[in-house]
Nanobody
Framework: QLQLVESGGGLVQPGGSLRLSCAAS????????IGWFRQAPGKEREGVSC????????YYADSVKGRFTISRDNAKNTVYLQMNSLKPEDTAVYYC???????????????????????WGQGTLVTVSS
């Protein structure tokens, strides 16, 4: 069974940091494009940061550039999202996803191509508030 499990969400003050983790089971993450997405109440799900399935190149949404960093630990079959300088507008449920085919990082974040090849986690809530 292919599964992704996120962890690391919580309540943090503006300006603070969190690191989200996404552990995979049933498949090997380093073969595929991986992404972090988020969905705030009343808004569409958006791609935040993604890694290409080929060369490991990364893509970041403009709203998080310079603040968030995506990384992958192949030995642990886990992908991370380090979030620094958090803002109230970063409040959302964060999801990780894998694409069981080829995508560049940008294509992963905009969900280009057949979506039936996607595997999603259940999400973890991040709340940025004082």
């Amino acid at each position: 069974q292919l599964q992704l499990v996120e962890s690391g969400g919580g309540l943090v003050q503006p300006g603070g940091s969190l690191r989200l983790s996404c552990a995979a089971s049933g498949f090997t993450l380093d073969y595929y494009a991986i992404g972090w997405f988020r969905q705030a109440p009343g808004k569409e799900r958006e791609g935040v940061s993604c890694i290409s399935s080929s060369d490991g190149s990364t893509y970041y949404a403009d709203s998080v550039k310079g603040r968030f960093t995506i990384s992958r630990d192949n030995a642990k079959n886990t992908v991370y999202l380090q979030m620094n300088s958090l803002k109230p507008e970063d409040t959302a449920v964060y999801y990780c996803a894998a694409y069981l085919g080829y995508r560049t990082g940008q294509a992963m974040c905009v969900r280009s191509g057949p979506v039936d090849l996607e595997v999603w986690g259940q999400g973890t809530l991040v709340t940025v508030s004082s």
